[in-house]
C-alpha cells in the first residue's frame, strides 16, 4: 500500500492500486507469451527429435519425460492466464490447484466453452503441437 498526499499536504491517506494494474510488472505473463513459449518449445524440440532420427539416434526416455513434463506445465499456465480476462468462467479460490490436477478433462471443457466450435480445432492442434517431433520423424523416414 502507498501513501500519498492530499493536494493541501495535510492528510495522509492510503493510495489504493488497481487490480488491473498489478499484473503490469516487468516479470508480468502473457497468454500470447506462454502460448509462443509452448510453440517454440514443440517446433524445437521435435526438429531435435528429426535430427537425431535422421542421424540414426533416437531421444532418451528421460528427455521425452521432461518435455512432456514442461509441455504439460506451460499449458496448464496458458489455461490459467488465458481465462483470467474472461467473465464467464468461474474461478473459484483454489481454481490454480484444480487445474494442475484436473487439466486433462478440464482443457477440453474449457476449449469448447471459451472458443466454441473453434475450441476443436484448437484442441486438435494442441495434440499435433505435442507430437510435432513424430510427425517430423516421419517426413525424414520418407525423404530418404
Request: charged share 15%; glycine share 10%.
Amino acid at each position: 500500500m502507498l501513501l500519498t498526499r492530499d493536494p493541501g499536504g495535510l492528510n495522509i491517506r492510503p493510495h489504493r492500486r488497481d487490480d488491473r494494474q498489478l499484473g503490469r510488472g516487468f516479470m508480468a505473463l502473457s497468454s500470447r507469451l506462454v502460448l509462443a513459449a509452448l510453440v517454440g518449445l514443440s517446433i524445437v524440440v521435435g526438429c531435435y527429435q528429426a535430427v537425431l532420427f535422421g542421424l540414426g539416434y533416437s531421444v532418451g526416455a528421460p528427455f521425452q519425460a521432461i518435455y512432456s513434463l514442461v509441455f504439460v506445465l506451460l499449458l496448464i499456465v496458458w489455461i490459467d492466464l488465458d481465462c483470467r480476462g474472461r467473465e464467464d468462467i468461474y474461478r473459484p479460490f483454489e481454481f490454480d490447484f484444480l487445474i494442475f490436477v484436473f487439466w486433462l478433462p478440464y482443457l477440453p471443457y474449457y476449449l469448447l466453452r471459451t472458443r466454441r466450435a473453434r475450441g476443436l480445432l484448437w484442441l486438435l492442434g494442441l495434440f499435433l503441437l505435442f507430437h510435432v517431433g513424430y510427425f517430423l520423424q516421419w517426413l525424414v523416414y520418407f525423404a530418404r
